[in-house]
């Protein structure tokens, strides 16, 4: 039964539902790619700005950060990076007038797909105290405002520096420098709430927290896991790489709660023959019961180390490798043997028999590597799951092998490259001295707040701004509730945007939206036209450069937002040269080079059509810089979620219409949903046993241990091939059942991957 919307915003609970598909891409992506460009973009636009998109001459998608292979396709994007492009690249405009015709009581009624549909931005705008109507300002005073509430601060750590992972190297550089000169470490970030588990893992076990293999390592692998991913709507041309593996001898399991099309088969829309029979990808398909993956990769290595004291001569375990580069072993090995078949069962809702094939391929395999995503990293015990993914590699020798290695996949186009920048609320004390060696301050010591305590300074009164350089912080967020009041108690929201979002209706008591110059856009300053760079999710940087005229000549770019808000806050006392930096973005590379190690001789490096590769000590020369000098195996109990009696397990996901929070249309056509959100993905067996009928409308309760309902309400039931106790349904509308406190231990990422609810028929129903 479907609830009616506000005006002109389509219905998202009554949607069309068939069976899921079994092969990604193909022909109805290219249709589907078409169509939207079309639609915002119009066909000569389409045209232009499409065949630019990752080329090396080109700029970045605004997308995944996946990378590029050196030689490139003149296609050299997926349907979601068309999507993405086509949305900043739109021609639709959302000018002063808009504001004057919707008030922000309005735009909070609104739907995230409907607010995103409007267009570009094209004017600073202000919300005063009191008002509920944006008003056009001008940038002078818009950097006044901002500079009236931090100054007015009684300490630097009662503002919040966020950003969003499409932020370029060059203006995450500036933005860390101008929180730390303003004095404070509150960087939160989007990694915050998506791979901080896989970094807090990856330094403690390899010393570094990035992924240790570049492109080519697929290709020459033996066996590839993909656990807790689903690469055919998030990280789609990792289907090309898959593929050109598969076609070198490589097999592929793929672990994962729900069977994903793009992992099935891929019809790749390069090539005739992908076209017409496209290629098959998974070989063993283990669908395991969410947040089981540390006691299957567990088990796996019992069962490893059982192999080798069975035949010593079989090399199961590469023992050299082990001697030599590891520690820790003795501790994790005796955890290892102490894993058990019946709990391993019951956590992963595997086959004996399906764990022993599984076994086989990994014993057959010279060359491993193991990727994985969210599935893996936004669970309580995720940091212990990620680790085990580590011994499971150390315990072969495959790190630090061609071929071989860790493989966390990014989800925004630079969230890796803004964390080698500084962005981060923790940061080490030899970047920190780097900073104050280069620019002659002392930055702040003490850690800063992440996203979930910078929600909960905000509702406790601690913070009073928060300045949003990208993204959608309240849709991204946990605990929607408890996020939006905390936001509402801030004395000034901003938010350096190039569309509209939702959280530009939920704001402080005074706000501003600060339009920004896209990727795709000419970015010209003072001394010529600029372009910028990023690093992809393997650590590959490479220049961006915009071509399309910008959406209005009032934008500004994000590294002279940067540049005049610092000059304006900080005044002639600070040290930092901003002028300089804003009119040439080469000074600021100068600077970076200096600061950040792997950077040295950054502009003439740069200039390489590819990019360059940044240094990885576990990759290029299996040295480990832990605290051991070693890679370092660890033993930590085997956790996995508790279901209780006539309970499930959701995980919130992304449709294949859609990229983090911003919605780019209302179908997710892998799962045979069309024209509509609020659905709910239930196994057959599990509906039967609650008494749920396929059509029905239900609300999602969590349940969690401090007692408070949460409640999404009118999702429609969708009999679904998940595993046994599991649902899923999409985020942001889900992110309301997160409770704010509910986090990974060690990475205080919320577990959006494992919230128990009950399901009650809906009133409505």
Not at 280 to 307: P, V
Not at 511 to 540: C, K, N
């Amino acid at each position: 039964m479907a609830t009616k919307p506000p005006k002109g915003d389509p219905v998202q609970d009554a949607p069309q539902v068939a069976g899921p598909q079994h092969a990604a891409a193909g022909l109805p992506a290219i249709g589907h790619t078409l169509r939207m460009a079309r639609q915002q973009m119009g066909v000569r636009r389409t045209a232009l700005t499409l065949l630019r998109v990752n080329q090396k001459d080109g700029f970045d998608c605004p997308g995944c950060a996946w990378p590029e292979p050196e030689h490139r396709h003149t296609a050299e994007f997926c349907e979601n990076g068309a999507k993405a492009v086509a949305e900043e690249a739109t021609l639709r405009r959302v000018t002063p007038e808009f504001f004057a015709a919707h008030s922000v009581t309005d735009l909070a009624g609104r739907s995230g797909y409907w607010l995103g549909q409007q267009g570009r931005l094209t004017h600073p705008m202000y919300l005063p105290e009191g008002g509920d109507h944006y008003e056009p300002v001008t940038w002078e005073r818009a950097f006044d405002i901002v500079a009236e509430e931090l100054t007015a601060l009684a300490s630097p750590d009662e503002a919040l520096f966020y950003t969003s992972g499409r932020t370029s190297n060059e203006a995450a550089f500036l933005y860390q420098l101008f929180a730390r000169e303003f004095g404070t470490n509150n960087l939160p970030d989007c990694s915050n709430m998506c791979h901080e588990s896989s970094g807090s893992a990856l330094n403690e076990t390899i010393g570094i927290g990035k992924g240790s293999v570049l492109l080519e390592d697929l290709h020459r692998a033996d066996l590839i896991i993909v656990a807790g991913q689903n690469p055919g709507t998030n990280h789609p041309r990792m289907l090309s790489a898959l593929e050109k593996a598969k076609a070198g001898g490589a097999r592929v399991i793929s672990v994962n709660p729900l069977p994903e099309a793009g992992l099935e088969r891929f019809k790749n829309p390069q090539t005739a023959q992908g076209m017409i029979r496209g290629a098959a990808l998974t070989d063993l398909f283990l669908q395991i019961r969410i947040g089981g993956d540390q006691a299957l990769f567990r088990l796996l290595n019992k069962l490893i180390l059982a192999e080798q004291e069975r035949d010593p001569a079989s090399g199961a375990v590469d023992e050299d490798f082990v001697r030599e580069h590891t520690h820790g072993y003795e501790e994790f090995a005796a955890a290892a043997r102490d894993a058990d078949w019946g709990e391993t069962l019951t956590a992963t809702g595997l086959a004996r028999e399906e764990i022993e094939r599984a076994l086989r391929m990994v014993l057959d395999s010279e060359r491993t590597i193991v990727c994985w995503a969210m599935g893996l990293t936004q669970h309580k015990h995720s940091v212990p799951t990620i680790r085990e993914v580590v011994n499971f590699l150390l315990l072969r020798g495959n790190i630090g092998r061609p071929g071989a290695g860790v493989c966390p996949v990014r989800g925004h186009s630079n969230v890796q490259g803004d964390r080698t920048m500084g962005i981060f609320e923790r940061p080490a004390p030899a970047f920190l001295d780097a900073l104050e060696r280069e620019f002659g301050f002392a930055p702040p010591r003490e850690h800063g707040h992440d996203v979930v305590e910078a929600i909960r300074a905000m509702r406790d009164d601690r913070a009073k701004v928060f300045f949003a350089m990208g993204g959608n912080f309240v849709s991204a967020s946990p605990d929607t509730e408890v996020t939006e009041a905390a936001m509402r108690r801030a004395r000034l929201t901003v938010h350096v945007s190039t569309k509209l979002n939702r959280s530009h209706a939920v704001t402080g008591a005074r706000a501003l939206i600060l339009p920004t110059l896209g990727r795709t856009e000419r970015d010209l300053q003072a001394s010529g036209e600029q372009f910028v760079t990023v690093e992809d999710s393997m650590g590959m940087v490479h220049a961006s450069r915009g071509r399309l005229e910008p959406a209005s000549g009032h934008l500004l770019s994000e590294p002279a937002i940067v540049c005049r808000l610092a000059r304006r806050v900080l005044g002639a006392d600070s040290r930092v040269p901003w002028e300089e930096f804003e009119k040439d973005y080469a000074t600021v590379r100068d600077r970076i080079a200096r600061v950040i190690p792997g950077f040295e001789d950054f502009n003439a490096r740069v200039a390489d059509p590819g990019g360059f590769a940044l240094p990885h000590a576990p990759r290029d020369e299996r040295r480990f810089p832990t605290a051991t000098g070693k890679a370092n195996f660890t033993a930590a109990p085997v956790e996995y979620p508790e279901l209780p009696e006539g309970r499930l397990l959701l995980q919130t996901l992304r449709s294949h219409d859609q990229y983090n929070t911003t919605i780019y249309g209302l179908d997710d056509r892998y799962r045979g949903i069309r024209n509509g959100r609020r659905v709910v993905l239930v196994n057959p067996e599990d509906a039967a046993a609650l008494g749920v009928a396929d059509g029905a409308y239900v609300d999602l309760v969590g349940e969690w241990r401090d007692g408070v309902e949460r409640r999404a309400p009118g999702f429609r039931v969708v009999h679904y091939p998940t595993a046994r106790g599991c649902a899923a349904a999409y985020y942001p509308e889900t992110n309301v059942l997160v409770p704010l406190d509910s986090t990974a231990d060690t990475s205080n990422t919320p577990a959006s991957k494992s919230v128990v609810v009950r399901l009650e028929q809906s009133a409505t129903d």
